[in-house]
């Protein structure tokens, strides 16, 4: 019942910023630790960085200092702000439950395609 979508995707050149949104079709940001994975063509998806319910934040080493994971309650939205980007970022960005997602179609979405490229 769950169901996310993904939005704010787009081709950026390399250096660029991007800010990715989720919007939750309930209100469970609240509650549950929310995460950003990605997947690139050929690569297994990751979880790269997450949120809990009381706002920590983590993320994986390869973002670490140019994506900044946010929340909006009120908006029942999480954010992910990607700052310096670079090719290698480039992959299909999801959210859902972290570090254990909701493994339906509605709780992953589509995703919102991230290119990096000049």
């Known amino acids: 019942q769950v169901q996310l979508v993904e939005s704010g995707g787009g081709l950026v050149q390399p250096g660029g910023s991007l800010r990715l949104s989720c919007a939750a079709s309930?209100?469970?940001?609240?509650?549950?630790?929310m995460g950003w994975y990605r997947q690139a063509p050929g690569k297994q998806r990751e979880l790269v960085a997450s949120?809990?319910?009381?706002?920590?934040?983590n993320y994986a080493d390869s973002v670490k200092g140019r994506f900044t994971i946010s929340r909006d309650t009120a908006k029942n939205t999480v954010y992910l702000q990607m700052n310096s980007l670079k090719p290698e970022d480039t992959a299909v960005y999801y959210c859902?439950?972290?570090?254990?997602?909701?493994?339906?179609?509605?709780?992953w979405g589509q995703g919102t395609q991230v290119t990096v490229s000049s």
């Open positions: 859902n439950v972290a570090p254990f997602p909701i493994a339906t179609s509605r709780a």
């Open positions: 309930v209100r469970i940001f609240s509650l549950y630790t």
């Open positions: 949120i809990t319910s009381g706002g920590s934040t």
